[in-house]
């Protein structure tokens, strides 16, 4: 891991402390001699960042290496017509990079469409648990059925502000072509690009009545839950969506965090969430969407796209002014 430019200034002024023909060196703030150090350390940050990068991407066989190569993958970058037909591939900054010679910065950044990518796979370990009795045959049908051996690789693009698969099929199809040519040989690799999973909540809030409308006689009032300063903010549902967007690409869905980031909004008191519920995305052969999973009484789950859909989000809330602390005296 690299150094900070602190750490290495502290440890280049430790060397000077050993050398006594540097003693008389001014100790002024402005001096120069503390200038051509802060210099000199930031040089060797930079090269350590770009030696601790290519340490981490530029070694074949691992997942941190296939996640490089999915986002540095370029759609419609026209192939050379020699006859091998090789993907113009060229080595730069510790990896094979398309040769992007004559585009701009604007134009590559189009091209680049994979803009989330996890990766994983199956541990063997997990199909040979020594704690479970299992026979030669029921070992093999695990094994395949679980996919070990298999690269997983989810991916997903961005258009407008929100997360998307990748068009199907012409990108998926080009995007499986190229990791089909850079992959190890031997190598399996398993590729999707799924539209956003199905959320269904289901709040209990209880509410600053001095902050946030509420009209207790009149559940149904669609001002319920608005800002009296401005009806047409719902911090809740706001609240909702900036955790949902706040995840990171394939990560867990955390109901702890969840109603800590509920908790943090101003106006929220205490938000309870009821019921939970998900599924995956319709699939794009139009096939009915699977029923959504009732998953309250899970802590944390991953999405099976990697990402919610916040189009299809559904948030039930029961808003309660928050006066019963009135209600105890």
């Not at 900070?4 to 002024?28: F, H, P, R």
């Not at 096939?287 to 099976?304: G, H, W």
Request: proline share 5%; net charge negative.
């Amino acid at each position: 891991m690299a150094r900070t430019i602190a750490e290495i200034q502290n440890e280049i002024l430790m060397e000077k402390g050993k050398q006594s023909s540097l003693n008389n060196l001014t100790d002024s703030k402005t001096a120069i001699w503390k200038l051509w150090i802060n210099i000199v350390a930031t040089a060797i940050w930079v090269h350590e960042k770009i030696v601790e990068k290519n340490a981490l991407i530029s070694r074949p066989h691992t997942l941190n290496w296939y996640r490089s190569q999915a986002l540095n993958f370029h759609y419609g970058l026209s192939l050379p017509s020699d006859p091998n037909n090789k993907i113009p591939l060229i080595w730069k900054e510790g990896s094979y990079q398309f040769d992007t010679t004559g585009f701009d910065e604007t134009e590559i950044e189009k091209l680049k469409i994979i803009k989330h990518c996890a990766v994983s796979e199956i541990d063997l370990e997990t199909v040979l648990d020594p704690t479970k009795n299992k026979d030669r045959e029921t070992i093999f049908s695990d094994y395949f059925r679980n996919k070990v051996g298999v690269v997983f690789l989810k991916v997903a693009t961005v258009k407008g502000d929100k997360i998307s698969r990748i068009d199907v099929p012409n990108e998926l199809y080009a995007f499986k072509e190229y990791m089909a040519k850079i992959k190890d040989a031997g190598n399996h690799i398993y590729i999707s690009s799924d539209n956003g999973d199905i959320l269904k909540l289901n709040l209990t809030v209880y509410v600053d009545p001095l902050n946030i409308y509420i009209d207790p006689a009149n559940p149904a009032n669609p001002k319920n839950g608005s800002l009296i300063l401005n009806e047409k903010i719902f911090p809740v549902q706001d609240a909702v969506k900036e955790h949902l967007k706040s995840i990171e690409f394939n990560g867990a869905f955390v109901k702890t965090y969840f109603v800590d980031a509920l908790q943090n909004t101003p106006g929220i008191k205490i938000p309870v969430v009821n019921k939970v519920e998900t599924s995956w995305a319709k699939n794009p052969n139009d096939q009915p969407a699977p029923s959504l999973e009732d998953v309250t009484k899970t802590e944390y789950f991953i999405p099976n796209s990697g990402y919610f859909d916040l189009d299809a989000l559904e948030v039930l809330v029961n808003y309660i002014p928050y006066t019963f602390y009135r209600d105890k005296q």
